[in-house]
């Protein structure tokens, strides 16, 4: 196996996830367990290529062997119950690639990644008994903190990682806490003549983790 690589999700992943991620077995423990229509991959697609142009991070695409297994990444928990505002480590693979140990792998890079972008924080959110996902949590040292329940009624866990508090050692002082300014470079996509350009930054300097309400995934 080679892989798993992450790379922010180019407009061609949103079928790919779209067909992975179109199995009942795959969603059970993923909000109300319904799985999504293509549509609803375009706008989580979308919305991952602008969190990656800003911050840096994102739910990637995990791609093994060459081919996208599903997505593993840092993006916010943006809905209204839970820790709001919060990053959340997310994950999820086609069936077919569980139990390789491709989860654990790529949460532990994109953790990686969170934390040089001096990210203090981090949490997981995960149905009660989704047994496979508590498993990777707990490798990658998570711990749980608390217990949820969700608007549908199911028992939602959430684990935690803290990282402390890095310093810059020339000046002494906390560095900048995530999200703030977009850091320099990130995995990158290709991008296709389609694209629209890029943009400098929002005009009122707002930062997209806010403006957007984050993903809903
Ligand atoms: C959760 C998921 C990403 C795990 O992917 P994966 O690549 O198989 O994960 P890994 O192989 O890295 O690790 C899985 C661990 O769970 C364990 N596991 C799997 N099924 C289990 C079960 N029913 N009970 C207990 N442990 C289980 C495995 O043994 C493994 O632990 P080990 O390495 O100590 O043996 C995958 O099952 C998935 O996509 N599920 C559907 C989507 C989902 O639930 N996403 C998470 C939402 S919070």
Sequence with gaps: MTG????VPTDDDAARWSALFDDAEVMRFIGSG???????YDGLVERQQELAEHTGLCLFSVVVDG????????HPWSHPWGPTGSLEA???LGRRFWGRGVATAAVRS?????????VLRLVSMIHAENAASVAVARKLGM??????RSPDGAPVHQFGL????????????????FPGRPPATAPSRRRGRGDPPRRAGRPDGSSPWRTRGGTRR
């Excluded at 994109?110 to 001096?118: E, Q, T």
């Design 162 to 177: 803290a990282f402390g508090s890095p310093v810059d050692v020339s000046t002494r002082r906390p560095v900048a806490v």
């Design 67 to 74: 081919e996208v297994a599903g997505f593993a990444g840092i």
């Design 90 to 92: 997310g994950w999820r």
């Design 4 to 7: 798993p690589v992450l790379r």
């Design 110 to 118: 994109a953790v990686d990644l969170a934390r040089s972008r001096a």
């Design 143 to 148: 711990t749980r903190e608390s217990v949820h």
């Design 34 to 40: 319904e799985v999504r229509e293509r549509a609803y």
